[in-house]
């Protein structure tokens, strides 16, 4: 009997499933949308299609093109590479000032006084490494019982040029100390061999002010020179297209999926057609189409398929990276301006359908999550009755068989009376 007061509340159970099942629906296609909407957003800004590679004519010389580059060319000689200041002390058994004193110095700068625990190399190299004065040491074994302790700059250049005192002497004039490698600058000339000769150094040996926008690193001398081309990196912009209409078609083959009528044998082998979870829904089908139309309607007059942006007979979007590219390097203004018009549009309409506030999506999601708490709530109230129902209808039962009981009883008392009345015979006539 329950199982019949439970029929109502089942079909609550299964809307229920269903409105889950519709709900994750809505929040995949949301998600995808709103990844959709964060690339074309990007790509709609004016510096997306200002993307710029540089090429050098030797494998010792990297550029890389950055914000701020533009198209250009231009030609280095590499006179030096920089190169970290180190310098080592003679063999010694412990330091030549007996309270472990020492002082850095660099050109220009003032002195910077360093006191180690004690004398001891270990102790000395410690306290230069604790002070964080742009120098490194380190204790050497000479072989005979004696030590060296180099000293290293944290960085190369030429400002990074130290040297180590005490009492005001150079521990590295003392005989077998010595400068092992010179701390110097890197080193490049333009337009060298000519009157327009510039020579450019820096500390380290990547350049960024050669060129706006273009860093370059020089990883050896040498003494012709070397080109260095900057140019509008179509590889990179087509890309981006690419990037843009397969998160586009991601969408659109979500709903295209999921609104499909598929059909299948059923038991009695009759056909069976299941509608999909989006086909019954007009509004997932107009944000289908706007994103469409976004990315497909004409500009100016001019069709996106002029740059290889177009509709497929199945809904879908098609792209041409061939295409593109020639479009980009025959117009690379207006091609630029197109592909972020179509981005911005797809952006404007990827926004009203998952903005997180009132998009139309998240509308319809916590729409379904208030027909779920609702649906809940029902299925709660109704198991709350159905429990009352059961019990009362347990003590109905639970009487009637007290009752039958007590009729079988009374039923056994009668039938043993009856059996102990006399019975009549004919002797009694």
């Not at 009997?1 to 159970?13: A, H, K, S, T």
């Not at 550029?63 to 231009?74: L, P, Y």
Request: net charge negative.
């Amino acid at each position: 009997m329950m199982d019949v007061e439970r029929i109502p509340q089942n079909i609550l159970r299964t809307k229920v499933s269903a409105v889950q099942t519709f709900t994750t629906a809505l929040q995949d296609l949301n998600s995808k949308i709103a990844n959709l909407t964060v690339s074309a957003t990007a790509y709609a800004k004016p510096d997306s299609v200002q993307v710029f590679s540089a090429t050098t004519s030797s494998a010792d010389v990297t550029a890389t093109a950055g914000a701020g580059a533009t198209s250009g060319e231009i030609s280095i000689t590499v006179g030096q590479l920089a190169a970290r200041h180190t310098a080592v002390t003679a063999g010694v058994s412990a330091w030549p000032d007996a309270s472990g004193t020492l002082s850095i110095t660099r050109a220009g700068a003032d002195p910077i006084n360093i006191t180690a625990a004690s004398n001891s190399l270990d102790d000395v190299a410690k306290a230069v490494n604790d002070a964080g004065a742009g120098v490194i040491a380190t204790k050497v074994a000479v072989g005979d019982g004696t030590f060296r302790l180099q000293f290293s700059a944290t960085e190369s250049g030429a400002a990074a040029v130290f040297d180590i005192t005490v009492g005001g002497t150079s521990v590295f004039a003392e005989p077998e100390a010595a400068v092992v490698v010179q701390g110097q600058d890197a080193k490049v000339t333009l337009y060298a061999g000519t009157p327009a000769a510039q020579t450019l150094s820096s500390s380290s040996n990547t350049f960024t002010d050669v060129l706006p926008g273009v860093s370059i690193t020089v990883g050896a001398t040498s003494t012709v020179p070397v080109s260095i081309s900057v140019s509008k990196d179509t590889e990179a912009i087509a890309k981006k297209a690419g990037t843009l209409v397969e998160h586009l078609n991601t969408v659109l083959g979500l709903v295209k999926l999921k609104s499909q009528v598929n059909t299948t044998t059923g038991a009695d082998g009759s056909p069976k057609a299941t509608s999909g979870i989006f086909s019954s829904d007009s509004g997932i089908r107009s944000i289908s189409q706007g994103l469409t139309n976004a990315a497909t309607f004409p500009i100016g007059g001019r069709s996106p398929s002029e740059i290889g942006i177009s509709i497929t007979k199945d809904g879908l979007v098609t792209y041409d990276e061939e295409k593109f590219k020639t479009a980009l390097a025959k117009d690379p203004t207006g091609t630029g301006a197109m592909f972020q018009e179509i981005s911005a549009r797809v952006a404007a309409a990827g926004e009203n359908a998952s903005d997180k506030y009132d998009g139309q999506i998240t509308l319809k999601i916590t729409g379904q999550d208030r027909q779920l708490r609702s649906l809940n709530d029902q299925i709660s109230s109704m198991e709350t009755r159905l429990a009352k129902r059961e019990e009362y209808l347990k003590a109905i039962y639970a009487a009637l068989e007290v009752s039958m009981s007590n009729m079988n009883s009374q039923m056994s008392y009668l039938s043993s009376q009856i059996a102990s009345l006399p019975s009549s015979s004919s002797s009694d006539e």
